[in-house]
């Protein structure tokens, strides 16, 4: 069993890194793809919002589908479905054909992420100790180079086919052998423990804490990933240049604070670790808002990177811990996949909220917006405790954190 797990583990860690390449590769190079197709600036944010859109779909539509099939097999096939999608965007010559790709990459992106998530927080059930921050630091490394490989692309005047390719030709097989180790682990329960109760679902006010906190930790990653570079240049006067930086260096330390974050969470917990990355992640804002130029503002949103990247995978295992304590494994699942669509309903809020508020008042005001929504996250951080500790209550609940424990050391 220790081997099918690390095993498992193993082959969801690399399904992470490829997830962050193939965003990667699509969000760098925007440009290129309105460029290649004359995609109109009013018509842009229109492509733009409509992966989200159709990735929330996607992902309740995984909620549904792992009903009749196990998580693995939604991603063993989304996951092609996605890097194909990819190589779709850089191919195509007509508007319709960039518009039916761009659907069938924010489907299938709904649909990986979900399931993704749904093993992620089932494998950490299995193992009995926090495992998830390392999932979710694979897919930040991927990230990262997927965006050095758009960089090279882009610096050789790449056609956007031949910059995908590769990337493409190498991931794709090597995601479908690594799909053969999937684990859908689920722990042994006694007849009358919580496994038993199948088919459930938790009440939608009992998740709303996280909710929130899911869609404030992504308005302020929206923030980072679309202004960051705009604020750095308009209102700090950094060079074009140097804009670049505040982007990679976020991205660099979401791998160094994930790297670390199990670690964090199996030391101090899930509600100490949550509620240190906001108020280092409020720090960080503060510091953008305040910064007399380029490079304090760098250094602020560096230090936004590594408190804002423990909060999401927090999250997931947190929602996944409380309707396994409710109802079991499958509502386990469809929690997991309902809080993923406020994945998206942040990136759809934060970056026109951050924006409007920029144009109508001023961006240095307008990063005070994802400052207070981060600190909001320490009054719900007690949703991150375990059993009793979460409800304050003084009545036991299932503690998921011992169940899996056993004589094989996981």
């Excluded at 860690?13 to 969000?27: D, E, I, K, R, T």
């Excluded at 999932?135 to 910059?163: E, K, M, N, P, T």
Aim: hydrophobic share 50%; proline share 5%; glycine share 14%.
């Amino acid at each position: 069993m220790t081997h099918v797990l690390r095993r498992g583990r193993a082959s969801l860690a690399f399904a992470f890194l490829v997830q962050g390449v193939a965003f990667a590769l699509l969000v760098t190079r925007i440009p290129a793809i309105q460029d290649r197709y004359g995609i109109s600036d009013g018509l842009l944010p229109v492509f733009l919002a409509a992966v989200p859109l159709l990735a929330g779909v996607g992902s309740v539509a995984t909620g549904k589908l792992v009903e009749k099939m196990p998580p693995s097999g939604v991603l063993r096939w989304s996951q092609p479905v996605v890097l194909l999608s990819l190589l779709g965007v850089g191919s195509g010559e007509e508007l319709w054909q960039v518009a039916l790709a761009l659907g069938a990459f924010g489907l299938a992106v709904g649909a990986l992420d979900a399931s993704m998530n749904m093993l992620g927080v089932s494998l950490q059930r299995a193992y009995g100790r926090s495992i998830m921050l390392g999932f979710h630091a694979a897919y930040s490394f991927g990230g990262i180079a997927g965006a050095s490989l758009a960089w090279a692309g882009a610096r050789g005047d790449l056609a956007l086919f031949v910059s995908y390719l590769p990337a493409v030709a190498v991931l794709l097989p090597a995601a479908l052998v690594g799909s053969r180790w999937y684990v859908d682990a689920e722990v042994e329960e006694p007849a009358d423990g919580p496994a038993a109760v199948r088919g459930g679902s938790v009440a939608f006010p009992l998740l709303l804490p996280l909710c929130l906190v899911m869609t404030f930790a992504y308005i302020g990653d929206s923030t980072v990933s679309n202004w960051s570079a705009k604020y750095l240049q308009d209102v700090l006067g950094g060079s074009e240049e140097v804009s670049t930086v505040p982007y990679n260096v976020y991205m660099v330390m979401t791998l160094v604070g994930r790297g670390l974050g199990d670690l964090g969470v199996r030391r101090f917990g899930a509600v100490a670790v949550v509620r240190g990355g906001a108020l280092v992640a409020a720090v960080g804002f503060a510091v953008v808002a305040a910064a007399p130029g380029a490079w304090t503002g760098i250094a602020g949103f560096t230090v936004v990177g590594l408190g804002l990247c423990v909060i999401v995978p927090q999250t997931f295992a947190a929602a996944g811990r409380l309707a396994y304590d409710e109802q079991g494994a499958a509502a386990s699942d469809a929690a997991v996949a309902r809080l993923n669509v406020f994945n998206y309903v942040g990136f759809l809020i934060g970056s026109p909220l951050v924006g409007g508020l920029g144009d109508a008042w001023n961006y240095r005001g307008a990063m005070l917006v994802p400052l207070v929504l981060v600190l909001a996250t320490v009054v719900y951080a007690r949703s991150f405790a375990p059993g009793a500790d979460r409800y304050g209550d003084g009545h036991e609940r299932p503690r998921t954190a011992d169940v899996g424990r056993g004589s094989n050391g996981l």
